[in-house]
C-alpha cells in the first residue's frame, strides 16, 4: 500500500473522529472582567477558555491585577 492510498483511506476517518473536539474547542465563551489599574474597569472579553481571557487581559492592561474573571 503506497502512501497516496493510505491517506485516502484512513484520512476521512480520522479528520470525522477529530472535527467534533476541534469544533467545541474553537467556541468563543463571553468573560466578564473587573481589573485594577489606576482605577478599577470592568470589561468583558471573549475566549475559548479562562486561561485564554487571561493571556488577552493580560496583553491589553499590562501590568493590571484580575480582581474578578467569570463566564457570562
Known amino acids: 500500500m503506497n502512501r497516496r492510498t493510505l491517506l485516502t483511506a484512513f484520512?476521512?476517518?480520522?479528520?470525522?473522529?477529530?472535527?467534533?473536539a476541534l469544533a467545541?474547542?474553537?467556541?468563543?465563551?463571553?468573560?466578564?472582567?473587573?481589573?485594577?489599574?489606576?482605577?478599577?474597569?470592568?470589561?468583558t472579553i471573549e475566549a475559548r477558555d479562562q486561561y485564554e481571557a487571561v493571556v488577552k487581559i493580560n496583553k491589553r492592561y499590562p501590568?493590571?491585577?484580575?480582581?474578578?474573571l467569570?463566564?457570562?
Not at 28 to 42: A, D, E, N, Y
Open 11 to 20: 484520512l476521512p476517518g480520522i479528520i470525522g473522529f477529530a472535527l467534533p
Open 24 to 43: 467545541q474547542s474553537g467556541k468563543l465563551r463571553k468573560f466578564r472582567v473587573r481589573i485594577k489599574t489606576k482605577s478599577i474597569i470592568g470589561t
Open 63 to 68: 501590568g493590571c491585577m484580575i480582581l474578578n
Open 70 to 72: 467569570k463566564p457570562v
